[in-house]
């Protein structure tokens, strides 16, 4: 009896433990018990069931040794990008996996490479005892032929000596990728001689993904005009700074421009110089001019307020007449800046017909002009402005 109780019926071994010995197996040592299994041929990582043999004289005693792993599997998985449809496979994700007993690397379900996106993936580490470890690594999967789009990168104009900002206005977006990156190679640019160069654009997202795009820049010898030029851009800031704050949108940028223009810059139409550049810093300075002058100004804040505009002129027709068109969002509009005939009708972004009414109802050919070189304006105006009481006024327009 008390070698019964003295020998344990249960022994447990951890993988990766050292095997027992004889004395593991009893409460107490007994040099006179005899253990008749070799189990010096197993290690500690043959999991299993054994029976281990002992008798003391005439009495024996059979012993289960169970060698087991409790203790699931360490390991690394790392994010993969490929291509849609192309192969992936487990060892891809996996960097390390670590265990006493082999480990078996598997998907917890296979991933999707048909479609674009960025996805986790359940890779799945598990022993030779059943343990589990669950790795979740990243998986994007791109489509090749979508390369990052680079914007606003335009062919300038500079003279020789100033200088020239080539990132200002230029955004690059790429999909799946809200960091890709953007070089400009401008090292062929001289701006101290005269000439056209080449700038080239590069973009380059995470997946490696290539646009490139170049334009030109145009390197002028200074005219004769050049500081009136300085002069005509620093009082279109200065203006511009008073007229517009952040929460106009489009619209109300340009009638805080068209008003402005209107009301600043007095009616005479004996000013002959017919320079761009010389008759909008006369109207920015307060001037009086004609309709030239009242034209280039508006046109010279426009374009500064960040506008597309359009020089337009009667042709044919009795003398001479000058407006502009504005693109509001995807639309062209016609804007006639100057301040006459404003009791019959005041044309801020206005229309093809509301034009060719003025011209057969307010004062023939007034606005007669090529319609094909031009783009065609929508049906109705977003915008209606009168003038009363010394002053313009805007309303808005239901827009179908």
Same mark, same amino acid.
């Given at each position: ?22 004395? $593991? ?55 993969? %990008? ?60 791109? $489509? ?106 489009? %619209?109300?940028?340009?009638?805080? %421009? ?6 600043? %810059? ?135």
């Amino acid at each position: 009896m008390r070698f019964q109780e003295n020998i344990r019926s249960v022994v447990t071994v951890e993988a990766g433990e050292a095997m027992p010995t004889r004395e $593991d197996f009893m409460e107490d040592p007994w040099d006179s018990v005899v253990m008749d299994t070799d189990i010096g041929k197993l290690t500690s990582v043959q999991l299993g069931v054994y029976p281990v043999e002992f008798h003391w004289g005439p009495i024996t005693k059979s012993v289960t040794l169970f060698i087991r792993d409790s203790v699931p599997p360490k390991g690394e998985a790392r994010d993969v %990008i490929r291509k849609v449809g192309e192969e992936v496979t487990v060892d891809d994700f996996v960097v390390s996996a670590e265990d006493v007993t082999p480990v078996n690397k598997y998907f917890y379900s296979d991933p999707d490479m048909t479609e674009e996106g960025t996805r986790t993936v359940r890779v799945v580490l598990e022993d030779a005892g059943g343990n589990q470890t669950i790795l979740t690594p990243k998986l994007s999967v791109y $489509d090749p032929e979508k390369k990052p789009e680079i914007r606003g990168m335009l062919d300038q104009m500079v003279y020789v000596g100033e200088t020239i900002s080539y990132r200002n206005g230029v955004t690059v977006t790429a999909d799946q990728d809200t960091n890709p990156q953007l070089e400009i190679d401008s090292a062929s640019v001289d701006l101290d001689h005269a000439g056209v160069y080449p700038v080239t654009y590069t973009a380059t997202d995470k997946f490696g993904r290539v646009s490139r795009e170049t334009v030109r820049i145009t390197v002028a010898d200074l005219p004769d005009n050049y500081y009136d030029m300085l002069e005509a851009d620093r009082l279109a800031d200065e203006t511009l700074a008073a007229l517009i704050s952040p929460t106009m949108d489009e %619209i109300d940028k340009a009638f805080a %421009i068209f008003r402005w223009v209107r009301k600043s %810059i007095p009616w005479n139409n004996t000013r002959t110089p017919r320079d761009e550049v010389e008759e909008s810093l006369a109207g920015l300075r307060g001037e009086s001019g004609d309709c030239f002058t009242h034209a280039v100004t508006c046109k010279r804040l426009l374009e500064h307020a960040g506008f597309e505009v359009l020089f337009l002129h009667r042709d044919p027709g009795p003398g001479q007449h000058y407006w502009l068109m504005v693109r509001i969002g995807k639309s062209w509009y016609h804007m006639d800046p100057s301040p006459v005939y404003m009791h019959q009708q005041v044309n801020f972004l206005a229309t093809d017909e509301e034009l060719d009414w003025f011209s057969y109802t307010v004062r023939p050919n007034y606005y007669i002009h090529n319609y094909t070189d031009y783009p065609a304006t929508p049906l109705v105006s977003p915008a209606k402005v009168v003038y009363k009481k010394g002053d313009y006024y805007m309303t808005r327009t239901e827009q179908n």
